[in-house]
């Protein structure tokens, strides 16, 4: 059973939340929604690496707040709630200097105020690049 707000949510729902925006110009990819999870890709290029020729520690944290922020953005109901990030960790295991790293996030807590979401990072041989917990600030809209 899908835990998202709106149940038919797609891949192609998502994809205007890239634009203009540094998941579009970070070239990041929606991949796939499951039930309980969302997966997103990123080039490892000249844009995510830093200057040793590695994945960027930043980049990561970039695919990661933004997996877990639009997780969280597809768990309220939009017109009522924003969710921006209040806190990340990151710990870097390995690194990727080329291909793709996936990013597939779960959330761990899901209360009214926050989210925390489990975001694992992987390269395309399926070695873990990255772990991240991401807690997400549920705000009211004043608008």
Same mark, same amino acid.
């Given at each position: 059973?899908?835990?998202?707000?709106?149940? #038919?949510?797609?891949?192609?729902?998502?994809?205007?939340? *890239?634009?203009?925006?540094?998941?579009?110009?970070? #070239?990041?990819?929606? /991949?796939?929604?499951?039930?309980?999870?969302?997966?997103?890709?990123?080039?490892? *290029?000249?844009?995510?690496? #830093?200057?040793?020729?590695?994945?960027?520690?930043?980049?990561?944290?970039?695919?990661?707040?933004?997996?877990?922020?639009?997780?969280?953005?597809?768990?309220?109901?939009?017109?009522?709630?924003?969710?921006?990030?209040?806190?990340?960790?990151?710990?870097?295991?390995?690194?990727?200097?080329?291909?793709?790293?996936?990013?597939?996030?779960?959330?761990?807590?899901?209360?009214?105020?926050?989210?925390?979401?489990?975001?694992?990072?992987?390269?395309?041989?399926?070695?873990?690049?990255? /772990?991240?917990?991401?807690?997400?600030?549920?705000?009211?809209?004043?608008?």
């Amino acid at each position: 059973m899908s835990i998202w707000h709106n149940k #038919q949510v797609t891949i192609a729902a998502l994809e205007p939340l *890239n634009d203009k925006t540094m998941a579009g110009f970070l #070239q990041m990819q929606w /991949v796939e929604i499951g039930d309980d999870y969302l997966k997103m890709k990123m080039p490892v *290029n000249e844009m995510t690496r #830093q200057p040793y020729g590695l994945l960027h520690g930043g980049a990561s944290c970039a695919l990661a707040e933004t997996i877990g922020s639009v997780g969280s953005h597809l768990l309220v109901d939009p017109e009522k709630f924003l969710c921006v990030g209040l806190e990340i960790n990151a710990n870097h295991i390995r690194s990727a200097r080329s291909g793709f790293v996936m990013a597939t996030a779960r959330p761990l807590h899901i209360g009214k105020t926050t989210h925390v979401w489990d975001i694992l990072i992987h390269d395309e041989a399926e070695l873990l690049i990255c /772990v991240s917990r991401l807690t997400v600030s549920i705000l009211r809209r004043k608008d």
